[in-house]
């Protein structure tokens, strides 16, 4: 890509205005090293702004704070969305963080010798800056990922991904199939039924671990972040007896209790648990109705796992993301087959190069995020 303007942009770029970037940012401007944040969106924090309504924290606030500022007390104990963007919109003016809006970085590569610094950032708009480090802090959902199903591309019903959800205003009196009985999936199924869809079928192909939100006055979060220190043998015993004294069985009702451990999954798929927002007492009564995985569209029908043909007026797939992240990085090896960075959490994947934010974690991503933000900024101050 040929620049057609070259700047410098200070010693950091930081890439994503989201929690994770002005975290980093902040903790910087702390330690008196510059920093420019590059955003694709309009404003900071664009994905949470973009997000369905219904969206909250499943992390309560008083541990879901940047560092060096308290999510306010008048934004409740969990958070929705639209505080949550007020609140970064805060963290930015409190540290007064040079954001560049409406900036997509394109491509991340070494600079030339001689130059006095290691990376240059290329834009989309052919804007080159160079910087002595670069932290990617864009996120693990960059692009929404629809599975490969045969036939989806002919289906003649309405198919979209959860990102373009918002209400569910737009279904009421639809019958409405949700794909994917994770945290996104089983809240959408809820808010369907409560917007008065005609009919909510959630399609599960791997039960998930299901747990309460709070039990008593004790968070899931509090649990997570007490577990992250245990080795997986014993989160999987501790996480299967505490689902098993707290959460109903669903199984009568098509959803059967996961086969294999939370700790496990976690680590092998990066799967965290499904928190209990009203998704047992909407199956409990017939308001969401669990079915099998999807395996196939075809004409007007989608076809399940156990051989069933269902003919919903729309399907929601809350299938998941993936970052995205190959344009930027991918030619630099730093990255792993399924996308995600090899070494991420603000250490250096190479000299002057890291990823914040793409750590998943049962204590809570933005809680992760600020562990992350200190590290990184250490690292920077004693690399200068």
Not at 208 to 233: E, F, S
């Amino acid at each position: 890509m040929q620049g057609r303007t070259r700047a410098s942009a200070g010693p950091v770029v930081v890439v994503g205005a989201g929690p994770a970037g002005l975290a980093a940012a902040a903790q910087l401007r702390r330690r008196g090293v510059d920093a420019l944040v590059l955003e694709a969106g309009t404003a900071v924090g664009s994905s949470w702004r973009s997000a369905y309504d219904r969206l909250a924290l499943h992390t309560v606030r008083s541990l879901s704070g940047l560092p060096g500022l308290r999510i306010p007390r008048e934004a409740g104990r969990w958070v929705a969305s639209g505080e949550l963007v007020r609140y970064l919109e805060r963290y930015t003016t409190r540290f007064a963080l040079h954001v560049r809006a409406d900036t997509r970085a394109a491509r991340i590569d070494a600079a030339p010798s001689g130059t006095g610094t290691r990376w240059t950032v290329t834009t989309e708009d052919a804007e080159v800056l160079r910087a002595r480090t670069v932290a990617v802090a864009t996120g693990r959902n960059g692009v929404p990922f629809l599975p490969p199903w045969p036939g989806a591309d002919d289906y003649r019903g309405s198919l979209l991904h959860a990102a373009q959800y918002r209400n569910g205003e737009p279904f009421r009196g639809l019958d409405v199939l949700v794909v994917g009985p994770g945290n996104t999936g089983t809240d959408i199924a809820v808010d369907l039924a409560e917007h008065g869809a005609a009919r909510v079928r959630l399609a599960v192909r791997t039960p998930p671990h299901l747990v309460r939100r709070q039990t008593g006055p004790l968070p899931a979060q509090i649990v997570g972040l007490a577990a992250g220190r245990l080795p997986d043998p014993v989160v999987d015993l501790l996480g299967a007896v505490q689902i098993r004294l707290t959460v109903p069985d669903l199984g009568t009702y098509g959803l059967p209790r996961a086969r294999d451990g939370l700790g496990t999954r976690l680590r092998l798929d990066g799967a965290i648990p499904t928190q209990d927002v009203g998704i047992v007492a909407a199956i409990r009564s017939g308001a969401v109705e669990p079915v099998p995985g999807v395996t196939a569209f075809e004409d007007d029908e989608v076809r399940l796992a156990d051989g069933r043909r269902i003919s919903p007026s729309v399907v929601i797939a809350a299938t998941g993301y993936r970052p995205g992240l190959e344009p930027l990085v991918g030619h630099l090896g730093v990255l792993t087959p399924t996308g995600l960075p090899r070494i991420r959490g603000g250490r250096a994947a190479a000299p002057g190069l890291a990823f914040l934010g793409y750590t998943v974690s049962l204590g809570g991503v933005l809680h992760e995020i600020g562990t992350e933000a200190r590290r990184f900024a250490a690292e920077v101050a004693a690399d200068r």
